[in-house]
């Protein structure tokens, strides 16, 4: 069974033929990530619970039952989303034999439609991370070049796809952690508007940035998934129901064609010190649109060069408060050693978390500590603001922007490790959308030195449909 080929819409359609079963394809993906363990893209395996799911599935394929969008498609979880009674971790020591209790809404709607769950994938610890290399379990290989990083924060989910281990994967993305990492692996990486997916059951790194999103090989698999997994949920009170979506889609009604799309290249992303080949790359793509009768536009977001300080400043502090619940008492690992509570405190956090939860955790209750949330936490959220008005202003004279989702290609395991600064600015494309809360998308467009180069389509707030269409024209024409 060659698995490099199968979309979503393929395997249903192998399915379907009898050309393979639900289980041979399940069985088939656990030899593909047994034999390419070197990889280090899973952390956990469910593969009891995958076939007997796959068993299902062939049973209602043989008696011709309608088939659900997702049924007999193998998907990989990123491991800060709970999955019940598999091991979550989240990259990290301290939740190192944490079996979750629940499902996270979007892993039962996966379920409900039919996908089968083949295990947990590496990633950066608690989402902290551009390259996978800050797992307490290990870093996580690009299957393009095992010397390289594959992305991150969701590296083991980006790897699962693109080395076809897995049909399609689940990551989450606070800063760029979907998009960068589909970027360095050569696939689809789709970040949805803040709140038009559930929240719940995702172990929270920064809570009004945070949001989960499919990692799939074709733009149309990332809309099926995310249609799947989108809607409000009771469970989370940011979650956005489907008739605001339906209300503000109705705004681009009226635009059913490629062409009557306006395209913003805001001159911000163009910046000095991006990869020549990368940016070649791009501007290629821009012109071909254009010459396939796309109407772009030239246009400006100011306070860009504020986001990424603007969201080091945010996400750290939301880090600080929503990583205080690990603290040796309630889940988790516990140091025994300690003589009193406030040792257990410490001596658990000090053992069990890995260098950037501490640089993160102390940065952030730097900045929200007396003196200092004036001077830093409160003038990040005005910026914010900015960077919000910006994006406003921007969509009343164009439907979506098109950008480069990182400056540079994949690079070398090991080599930015030691520079946290260095590391950050793989951030600088990507974190623009969720400060402001909107969808982005990145997919491939070309290769620059042997590696895949990622293109970035943004869209207004739960403007995904036409994200989607102007991605896939993209996409098609490649």
């Avoid at 929240?199 to 099926?224: C, F, H, N, W």
């Avoid at 020549?276 to 501007?283: D, R």
């Avoid at 540079?408 to 400060?435: R, W």
Wanted: aromatic share 8%.
């Amino acid at each position: 069974m060659d698995l490099k080929n199968l979309t979503i819409k393929k395997t249903q359609e192998g399915l379907f033929s009898k050309e393979f079963s639900a289980v041979e394809l399940a069985k088939e993906c656990f030899r593909e990530i047994e034999k390419e363990k070197d990889l280090n893209a899973f952390l956990a395996l469910n593969k009891d619970g995958a076939l007997v799911q796959a068993e299902i599935i062939d049973k209602k394929i043989a008696s011709g039952e309608i088939l659900e969008k997702l049924d007999g498609i193998p998907v990989a979880i990123k491991d800060n989303i709970l999955v019940k009674d598999i091991i979550s971790t989240s990259g990290s020591k301290i939740l190192e034999n944490y079996v979750a209790p629940y499902d996270a809404t979007v892993i039962q709607k996966l379920k409900e439609s039919g996908a089968i769950i083949l295990g947990k994938t590496n990633m950066d610890e608690f989402a902290m991370g551009s390259s996978t290399e800050n797992s307490a379990f290990g870093p996580t290989k690009n299957s393009r070049n095992r010397e390289c990083v594959p992305g991150g924060s969701s590296g083991g989910s980006a790897v699962a796809v693109a080395a076809d281990l897995s049909v399609a994967a689940l990551g989450s993305d606070t800063g760029g952690s979907v998009r960068q990492p589909a970027s360095f692996c050569g696939v689809v990486g789709f970040k949805p508007t803040y709140g038009a997916v559930s929240r719940y059951g995702l172990m929270a790194m920064a809570s009004s940035l945070d949001q989960i999103g499919p990692i799939t090989k074709t733009v149309e698999d990332a809309e099926t998934i995310f249609n799947v997994i989108k809607g409000k949920d009771k469970f989370d009170s940011t979650s956005v129901g489907n008739e605001r979506v339906k209300i503000i889609a109705e705004k681009f009604s009226g635009k059913k064609n490629f062409k009557d799309l306006k395209i913003g290249i805001p001159k911000e992303y163009f910046i000095s010190g991006m990869d020549g080949e990368v940016e070649k790359n791009i501007k290629s793509k821009i012109s071909e649109l254009e010459k396939r009768g796309a109407k772009i536009k030239a246009v400006s977001l100011p306070h860009t060069d504020y986001a990424l300080a603007v969201y080091y400043i945010i996400m750290p502090a939301e880090v600080s408060a929503n990583l205080a619940r690990y603290d040796g008492i309630r889940y988790g690992a516990r140091e025994k050693s300690a003589k009193n509570l406030l040792e257990t405190y410490f001596k658990t956090r000090a053992k069990n978390f890995g260098d950037e939860p501490k640089r993160r955790i102390m940065l952030g209750t730097y900045v929200l500590s007396s003196g200092y949330y004036d001077a830093y936490y409160l003038q990040a959220q005005k910026m914010r603001t900015l960077i919000q008005e910006d994006f406003k202003k921007v969509f009343t004279e164009v439907d979506c922007l098109i950008t480069p989702t990182t400056p540079t290609t994949a690079f070398k395991i090991g080599e930015k490790v030691d520079d946290p600064l260095t590391m950050y600015l793989n951030d600088i494309f990507t974190v623009s959308a969720n400060v402001a809360g909107i969808p982005a998308i990145s997919l491939p467009c070309g290769e620059a030195h042997g590696l895949p180069v990622g293109i970035q389509v943004m869209g207004q707030w739960f403007g995904e449909e036409v994200l989607f269409k102007v991605a896939e024209e993209i996409e098609h024409n490649s």
